[in-house]
């Protein structure tokens, strides 16, 4: 366990300018920036509101499980944060988020440096279906890393980090579809991780695999602390114990959820500040 | 879901019946299928015996009452009209299919598949009529009389290009909006997500599609019996007035007899296998994108 978040993100692939933008800026420090802050977050589909209000301030470096019951919106919570919510039809998000102090609900806002900074891990592992090179290669390509032995460089890379490299080094150009669900969301992963980002979002990624292949990407989400800064969407309160640092409760209220509670780990388990956590993360832990 | 209607009181009968329904069902349209087959065969045996396959082939002409029975010409005729639409009517179809699939805001795309829908409704006759009174006379003005392979690829590739434009605008868009998510978060490019990501991973299924309009293509008889001329002849140039085997089966079968009748018949045999043939790699090749995706099947 890295429990002192200390990396350097630039020092991440040789040459860290590989894929286009600098990280320098974000080399976290104990009082620097936050990764992410919302602020009065409020997100509705056409006139439903399922987020109210939504405050939360993300340190950087460490994991933050974002916890709560079925369908109160921490998926559309995470979407925000890489406006892939614009993608969602009637899908409206108001109040402020900015990542590393950067406007990004702003017009002004460059998506696609956003979207390369926040990478997004899906619940079901979604490879193209192409083959195993294909799928990391293609996004450095768009990315503007033009020389091959770069691409292969990072891929190499990547891979080694999501503990896939030995399994698939002799086969890259199979198809992605032919790795078992757990190495296809480990190749997502690297995939997401080859663009060099600054923050991941994971959306409940070990929820659609069997429990060893959902617990190896949950070791790698331990070993990936620190070195980015990353919130997880879980159902899974064990899981939520042994891989957050910080843990936000979402709670659903007539008027849309909101944030019933954001703590340490240790502190929202063994003393919450609302009933309703400690109801819910002692209910649902049996 | 747990039924609430009543099907406990008697569900084993039920059951049986659906069971034994099905069952018949199934095997009509298997021995139907196998019926027909063995019918061709059986019709088509007393030419392949007596004139011989190669005769077919080899012969100098097609006057089946004077036993001269060369069906090459005709084979090349429809598989030359079937390749033309075919090398018409794809490019037009794909690039209509992406226009809808990528550019078209949804009313536009509503109003566009309506009105492919429309025109895949077109009785072939009325096409075919439309082709002869329409543009076999400006052919003719070129290069008469007309009525020739060009005319018939024409009219052919305007009945098939809705089909290949509405069933690969169903693929791409299905394969887009699979993959909009995952390529937008990666912040690909509108280009790369249509062009690296959905054609690629549509293009097993763009090939069927293409086959299956292919399969049409070939099989089309009234079109091509109206503008293509019925003149038995190699296919020499474009505006060559011939004749295809399915024309040639139309034209002939009121009146044929004996090994005419049964020349017919290995004609129409030969149009099964190459359209057996064709199903069988659309088959293939579907199979293959299900091996290729099995992640989207199971989901």
Not at chain 1, 91 to 106: K, M, P, S, Y
Not at chain 2, 149 to 176: C, D, E, G, K, N
Request: hydrophobic fraction near 50%.
């Amino acid at each position: 366990m890295h429990a002192n978040p200390v990396a350097d993100p630039a020092a991440r692939f040789t040459g860290s300018n590989a894929t286009g933008h600098s990280c320098a800026q974000s080399v976290p420090a104990a009082d620097a920036a936050p990764a992410l802050t919302l602020r009065d977050v409020t997100v509705a589909y056409h006139d439903r509101v399922v987020l109210r209000d939504v405050s939360l301030q993300l340190a950087v470096g460490r994991v933050t499980a974002l916890l709560g019951p079925s369908g109160c919106g921490k998926s559309s919570l995470l979407q925000c944060c890489n406006r892939l919510s614009d993608l969602i039809d009637g899908c409206r998000v108001q109040g402020n988020i900015r990542v590393f102090g950067e406007d990004i609900l702003a017009a002004a806002c460059d998506l696609r440096r956003l979207r390369k900074r926040v990478g997004m891990i899906f619940q079901k592992a979604n490879p193209f279906p192409l083959s195993i090179r294909r799928n990391i290669e293609l996004p450095l390509i768009e990315h503007g890393v033009r020389d091959a032995q770069q691409r292969d460089h990072i891929m190499e890379k990547v891979l080694r980090d999501v503990g896939l490299w030995q399994e698939v080094r002799d086969r890259l150009q199979a198809p992605a579809q032919s790795l078992s669900g757990g190495q296809q969301q480990r190749l997502c992963i690297a995939r997401a991780l080859a663009l060099a980002p600054d923050i991941l979002l994971m959306d409940e990624p070990c929820s659609a695999l069997d429990p060893i292949a959902g617990g190896r990407i949950e070791e790698l989400i331990g070993e990936l602390r620190g070195r980015y800064s990353i919130v997880l969407v879980t159902h899974n309160l064990f899981q939520a114990r042994r891989v957050a640092d910080d843990v936000a409760l979402l709670w659903p209220m007539p008027d849309g959820s909101r944030l019933l509670e954001f703590a340490p780990r240790e502190t929202i388990f063994s003393a919450p500040q609302h009933e309703l956590t400690g109801l819910y993360l002692r209910g649902a832990m049996g | 879901m747990i039924s609430s209607s009543p099907s406990t009181s008697s569900p084993w009968s039920i059951d049986l019946l659906l069971r034994c329904w099905q069952r018949l069902a199934a095997a009509v349209a298997g021995g139907v299928l196998l019926l027909l087959v063995a019918y061709l065969i059986a019709e088509s045996l007393p030419a392949l015996m007596r004139i011989g396959p190669l005769a077919l082939l080899t012969d100098p002409s097609w006057h089946p009452l004077e036993g001269s029975f060369a069906l090459l010409p005709m084979v090349m005729a429809s598989v030359g009209i079937a390749l033309l639409a075919m090398a018409l009517a794809l490019p037009l179809g794909l690039a209509i299919a992406l226009f809808l699939t990528v550019y078209a805001g949804r009313r536009l795309r509503a109003i566009y598949v309506a009105m492919l829908e429309l025109l895949a409704g077109i009785p072939s006759v009325i096409l075919g009529f439309w082709g002869l009174v329409a543009l076999v006379p400006v052919i003719a003005r070129w290069q008469a009389p007309g009525t020739s392979l060009l005319a018939a690829a024409l009219v052919l590739a305007l009945m098939i290009t809705p089909t290949i434009a509405l069933l690969s605008h169903l693929v791409l868009r299905q394969a887009a909006q699979t993959h909009a998510l995952t390529t937008a978060a990666l912040a690909l490019s509108h280009y790369a997500h249509i062009f690296r990501v959905v054609l690629p991973v549509a293009m097993p299924a763009l090939a069927s599609t293409a086959l299956l309009a292919l399969g049409r293509a070939l099989g089309e008889t009234m079109v091509v019996l109206m503008v293509a001329g019925n003149v038995v002849q190699f296919p020499a140039s474009l505006t060559t007035p011939v004749r295809s085997l399915t024309a040639n089966i139309a034209l002939e079968m009121a009146y044929a007899r004996q090994e005419h009748r049964s020349a017919l018949f290995v004609s129409g045999l030969v149009l099964l296998l190459v359209a057996g043939g064709l199903y069988f790699l659309i088959a293939r090749l579907q199979r293959g994108d299900k091996e290729q995706a099995p992640v989207e099947s199971a989901a």
